[in-house]
């Protein structure tokens, strides 16, 4: 009999390794199996919900807290860790320490909102550059990193391939937001053309009208998206709204 993974689609089995990989499975919180049914009821209505309008200290104290992690789909991409949202241990105990609350359903709703937040985060926010702390090595932010995390493409929960939020759920996991790995950068595969065009770099147009960058700059660029991810770490954990918040 075919094992239920092998049953899965693709991306669906990649966004769960990667969930495996990003933190051992001993540490990540069963979500499916162990959350109370009132605090998987307020994370479906969250999610069934208009996202909120505003930003408020609550979601600004667990998006200090995100651990990011990386989608092995396609070209890869930043993504919020869907199995330890918010770094090693009990994931919903974490929330409510965060936002100083025992309300676990108010918690876990306001953990779903901050995820729904984060592309509008990296857009409303800002972080100088300069050299921060990430783990124990210190990373260099600069502008162009600045640049291409407010270029990155956000995936909706649907169009990530993973099913509903209850799948997220019955996998351990959170239902938590990535970037596209196939189209990281807007409407192009070929996405390190699309890096150039968003960071005023050379571009090539070739006979039959497509465009094309230097192998040398190409080979910049892929290590350059690579580095988005301690990029988006630094900055969820560093940056500085540009606009008063409630």
């Keep these: 009999m075919p094992s239920l993974i092998a049953a899965l689609p693709f991306r669906r089995?990649?966004?769960?390794?990667?969930?495996?990989?990003?933190?051992?499975?001993t540490l990540a919180r069963a979500a499916g199996g162990t959350l109370p049914a009132a605090v998987r009821r307020r994370i479906l209505?969250?999610?069934?919900?208009?996202?909120?309008?505003?930003?408020n200290v609550h979601h600004l104290a667990l998006l200090r807290q995100f651990r990011i992690g990386w989608s092995p789909v396609e070209s890869g991409a930043p993504m919020l860790n869907p199995a330890q949202p918010l770094g090693p241990g009990d994931t919903l105990a974490l929330a409510m320490q965060a936002i100083a609350s025992k309300d676990a359903p108010l918690a876990a709703q306001r953990l779903m909102e901050a995820a729904l937040l984060l592309p509008h985060f990296v857009q409303m926010a800002n972080l100088k550059p300069g050299s921060y702390a990430n783990g124990k090595v210190p990373f260099?932010?600069?502008?162009?990193?600045?640049?291409?995390?407010?270029?990155?493409?956000?995936?909706?929960?649907?169009?990530l391939g993973m099913g509903s939020a209850e799948d997220?759920?019955?996998?351990?996991?959170?239902?938590?937001?990535?970037?596209?790995?196939?189209?990281?950068?807007g409407n192009f595969t070929n996405y390190t053309v699309e890096m150039a065009q968003a960071l005023g770099l050379p571009l090539h147009r070739q006979a039959d009208g497509s465009l094309t960058?230097?192998?040398?700059?190409r080979t910049e660029l892929e290590g350059l998206h690579q580095q988005t991810m301690p990029a988006l770490q630094v900055f969820v954990r560093q940056a500085g709204l540009m606009r008063n918040t409630p």
């Design 45 to 55: 209505a969250t999610l069934d919900a208009p996202p909120p309008e505003v930003l």
């Design 13 to 25: 089995r990649l966004l769960r390794l990667a969930g495996a990989l990003l933190c051992p499975p």
């Design 213 to 217: 960058i230097t192998p040398t700059l």
């Design 168 to 185: 997220y759920l019955a996998e351990g996991c959170w239902p938590t937001p990535a970037v596209d790995g196939k189209r990281p950068y």
């Design 140 to 159: 260099t932010f600069t502008t162009r990193h600045l640049q291409l995390l407010r270029q990155q493409s956000w995936l909706s929960l649907e169009m």
